[in-house]
């Protein structure tokens, strides 16, 4: 079994460059980072300096999430050697109770991280997703509202709400986290697309036009957003199709579909050059934009 | 006596049977995002009538799925592309992230529904995430179909999966040649619309595996 510098010929610091790419980017590619970094941890320890804690950190981790716990256990005992009453050790190893599925036990330890500190927010975040692995989702929901009140800026946070929102159907609540973060984030397309499809599931002549809307706003913070394309596509040819609007607001809107058709066609035949495997998906919207065309004229 | 005879012919069981190439792009599908729920249409090539041939399959989403801008669109183009291909959507699967919960949910009963109004034998597939480990003996599923206006629960003799053993060893071969990140999923599409939600090149890599199963050369 060759190793990965072998394979890959990298050498050990470009291992650590990658390491801390994917850290610094919270990438989740946990096969990889356990590849990377079991290596770089078994043959090049001594040259990392006081990086290896941080390496033992994210390695552990992605260990727990690829069932690898000889890893993550060694990982754990060596911060727990080095720093015997640490607080962010202890979620750590409140983290591999829960990946053992001991949840009782990994909230005892979260509690116990509280009690000395009540402002923990790492242990509360975790007591929330133990919830959450259980299935409780009206509990996590209760929690993380009390946390959101306490700590009204952690994007993460609201950024989880909502998707919990979206799972237990509450459009409208799913909606307001969604406002806080494109307030707070006003160029993060991927809020305005995910608040625009909130909306548009919401239905209703009103919010089929805010869909439209922020489709088109995610289309201006970054153009190649797909989703936001076709989502302003549809939102548009709902509107138009609708029996309830002006003729002026059809007009419009049977304009704004058909731009956007325009740039979804010419952006599939971009992809579709020189490469003969996405015919089919190519060939599909083509024919998806005609029939809709006739639907709407 | 008259009675009896009529009950004996009501009450037979629509069979179902599931493919090899549906079946492994399924279990691909669900284990490329181990912590989100997945969902994907079931196709046939067969024509309706008797037993559903669940031939194909098409993987959909692995985020939002009970947003309906994205299904939508999925629906629509899936729709086209089966028109193109004489096939059929004869069904729906969904694999939940929380792995101890493998009931169907509102969002799956929902689109199971809307494939209902053109498909009078469509069934509802949920991936059982419990019994996803090698050397299971069972197959992860669990369908439903449509019986007095609710989905049911079917009879796990009327789902037939041929050459089981072969399936196994088909996904296992998947997986140890890395070809299991070919499968594209229509979010995945999405994110780079190079990809082809079609999986024309997973799925001749995989034909190329069953072929020797049935003693095809």
């Not at chain 1, 990086?51 to 060694?74: G, H, K, P, T």
């Not at chain 1, 058709?261 to 599909?284: D, H, L, T, W």
């Not at chain 2, 995430?129 to 090698?134: A, N, T």
Request: aromatic share 8%.
């Amino acid at each position: 079994m060759s190793s990965i510098s072998e394979l890959y010929d990298v050498t050990w610091e470009e291992m650590r460059d990658k390491l801390r790419k994917w850290r610094e980017e919270n990438y989740r590619n946990s096969e990889q980072i356990v590849d990377v970094g079991e290596e770089l941890i078994n043959e090049h320890a001594s040259k990392l300096g006081d990086d290896i804690w941080i390496i033992y950190e994210q390695v552990m981790i992605a260990a727990l999430d690829c069932s690898r716990d000889d890893l993550a256990w060694s990982c754990l005992q060596e911060l727990k050697r080095q720093f015997p009453d640490s607080h962010r050790v202890k979620r750590l190893a409140g983290m591999r109770l829960e990946a053992l599925e001991r949840y009782e036990d990994a909230n005892k330890l979260y509690d116990s991280i509280l009690q000395d500190d009540p402002t923990n927010t790492a242990a509360r975040k975790r007591k929330i997703s133990i919830l959450r692995a259980q299935g409780k989702s009206s509990e996590a929901i209760r929690e993380l509202n009390e946390y959101l009140e306490q700590f009204v800026g952690d994007q993460e946070a609201w950024h989880e709400l909502s998707e919990l929102y979206i799972n237990e159907h509450d459009y409208a609540k799913a909606a307001f986290c969604l406002e806080e973060l494109m307030m707070t984030n006003p160029h993060n397309h991927l809020y305005c697309e995910q608040y625009a499809e909130v909306k548009y599931t919401q239905g209703g002549l009103e919010n089929l036009e805010l869909a439209r809307k922020y489709f088109a706003q995610a289309l201006k913070l970054n153009n190649r957003n797909m989703r936001a394309l076709f989502g302003l596509y549809m939102s548009a040819s709902h509107i138009a199709a609708s029996p309830k609007v002006s003729a002026k607001v059809k007009k419009d809107n049977v304009k704004y579909a058909a731009w956007a058709a325009s740039q979804i066609s010419r952006a599939y035949q971009m992809a579709g050059r020189g490469k003969k495997e996405n015919k089919c998906s190519v060939k599909a919207v083509e024919e998806m934009l005609e029939s809709m065309q006739i639907t709407m004229s | 006596m008259l009675c009896h005879t009529l009950v004996g012919k009501h009450t037979k069981m629509s069979e179902v049977e599931l493919s090899c190439l549906a079946y492994a792009k399924m279990y691909l599908h669900a284990s490329q995002f181990p912590r989100c729920s997945v969902n994907g249409l079931l196709l046939s090539s067969s024509p309706a009538g008797g037993t559903i041939c669940i031939t194909d399959c098409v993987p959909l989403l692995h985020s939002h799925l009970s947003l309906a801008p994205i299904t939508q669109l999925a629906l629509t183009q899936v729709d086209v592309w089966c028109s193109q291909t004489q096939q059929r959507i004869v069904g729906y699967y969904q694999a939940n992230a929380c792995v101890s919960d493998s009931s169907p949910t509102p969002c799956a009963l929902k689109i199971a529904e809307k494939i209902f109004e053109q498909c009078n034998n469509a069934v509802l597939l949920m991936i059982d995430g419990e019994k996803m480990f090698p050397g299971c003996r069972a197959p992860p599923i669990v369908m439903y179909e449509r019986k007095d206006a609710r989905w049911a629960l079917k009879d796990k003799h009327t789902i037939m999966l041929r050459q089981w053993e072969e399936t196994c060893s088909i996904v296992n071969q998947l997986f140890s040649s890395g070809d299991q990140a070919l499968l594209v999923d229509f979010d995945s599409h999405l994110d780079d619309i190079t990809k082809d939600w079609t999986n024309q090149k997973l799925n001749a890599k995989i034909m190329e595996l069953v072929s020797p199963a049935n003693g095809n050369v």
